[in-house]
């Protein structure tokens, strides 16, 4: 999955912003108190491509399903693995009763709007992302 990441990364421009180690990767999905999920599409014990989501509160709406990433490596793009990791997240957030789902994707990044438009989702350009690193 991690390597998916770093491909994700070169993809998106900036190889150098991931700085996650394999250790608490691993330790945040799978230790004692994960704080994320994954639905993982895999082809012959490969990994073809995964969706990462996270639950978020909202105090207008409540519980949320943050996506944090879709991705698919690019040479099974175009198959239908993304689809069906994004139907397995609506079902997901639906069987859990959270009230939708919420995720960001770069400006430029025409493909991955036109697949989120499959699902009828809406753009909100109302709001600025806030970013405190540490």
């Given at each position: ?65 943050y996506l944090e990433d879709i991705i698919v490596t690019e040479s099974a793009r175009g198959k239908g693995v993304g689809g069906m990791l994004m139907d397995a997240l609506i079902s997901e ?42």
């Open positions: 999955m991690l390597e998916l990441v770093h491909e994700l990364a070169m993809y998106e421009r900036a190889p150098h912003e991931v700085t996650v180690s394999l250790e608490h990767f691993i330790e945040s999905g799978f230790g004692a108190n994960p704080v994320w999920w994954a639905f993982v599409a895999e082809e012959g014990n490969v990994i073809k491509g995964f969706a990462l989501y996270y639950i978020r509160y909202s105090t207008w709406k409540g519980q949320k399903m957030a639906k069987e859990k009763q959270l009230q939708g789902i919420t995720w960001q994707v770069l400006n430029w990044n025409e493909p991955a709007f036109n697949f989120y438009r499959k699902y009828n989702a809406r753009f909100d350009e109302e709001w600025t992302n806030g970013i405190l690193d540490f």
